[in-house]
């Protein structure tokens, strides 16, 4: 079982449209939560940190259920701009502390 | 732009060969941390220099090493590559291990295809 799994889609949706993704980690000892951004033949850039009580960043939504080892992102009001890959990010902490571990992403084409 | 240069960015070797990839952190980072990515995948850890000290290795085998120089620049070598050797190499550095913002600062990577 991979350490961080995410539907890698591609999800096609048309502008304005509300998507979601999903991602799950195996590691119950796992400290800090992340999404990352990458855009194609391009690095991966942080897009918002992840927080228990979850939290939000203009149209980006993102939530974390430790109980369920499940990470979330929501996207309202699509944009062609987002159009990119979505990386869940997860850090363990500890003697990983520099290490993030990422999910294979989930592609994201908006579409006029 | 992050700041964080690598190069070459794109490099084409064969099975067998030994290949050398640089990285210049952005200014005031102290580490520095490669990744590899295969097409269709997330970025995976191979290690992270802290003051031009090894902090942490990921599930890569002994051909893969690294140096972090004084300047905190650092090098990426693979030695007797093999086609599945054929990857993004993504440097990234950051102030310390790992900042609590969770970020860091990926170069653009070196695009090296094995034959």
């Known amino acids: 079982r991979k350490e961080v799994e995410q539907d890698p889609g591609p999800f096609n949706v048309p502008e304005g449209a509300t998507v979601a993704f999903n991602c799950t980690y195996s590691?119950?000892?796992?400290?800090?939560f992340f999404w990352y951004r990458q855009d194609c033949r391009k690095e991966p850039k942080l897009l918002m940190s992840?927080?228990?009580s979850g939290n939000e960043d203009g149209r980006f939504t993102a939530q974390l259920n430790r109980a369920s080892q499940y990470i979330s992102l929501l996207i309202r009001d699509s944009k062609l701009s987002d159009s990119a890959t979505y990386l869940c990010?997860?850090?363990?902490?500890?003697?990983?502390?520099?290490?993030?571990?990422f999910g294979q992403g989930t592609i994201l084409t908006v579409h006029p | 732009e992050t700041g964080v240069t690598q190069s070459p960015t794109h490099l084409i070797k064969t099975r067998g060969q030994q290949v050398t990839l640089r990285c210049s952190s952005q200014?005031?980072?102290?580490?520095v941390s490669w990744y590899q990515q295969a097409l269709g995948q997330g970025p995976q850890f191979i290690f992270q220099?802290?003051?031009?000290?090894?902090?942490g290795r990921g599930n890569f085998p002994p051909r893969f090493s690294g140096l972090q120089f004084p300047n905190y620049s650092s090098e990426l070598n693979v030695n007797a590559l093999e086609l599945d050797d054929s990857a993004l190499y993504l440097c990234?550095?950051?102030?310390?291990?790992?900042?609590?913002?969770?970020?860091?600062?990926f170069g653009e990577g070196s695009r090296l295809t094995v034959l």
């Open positions: 992840v927080y228990s």
């Open positions: 200014s005031g980072h102290n580490t």
């Open positions: 990010v997860v850090n363990y902490g500890g003697t990983s502390y520099g290490k993030l571990t």
């Open positions: 590691n119950s000892a796992s400290q800090s």
């Open positions: 990234a550095s950051s102030l310390d291990e790992l900042p609590g913002s969770g970020e860091l600062f």
């Open positions: 220099y802290y003051r031009e000290e090894e902090n």
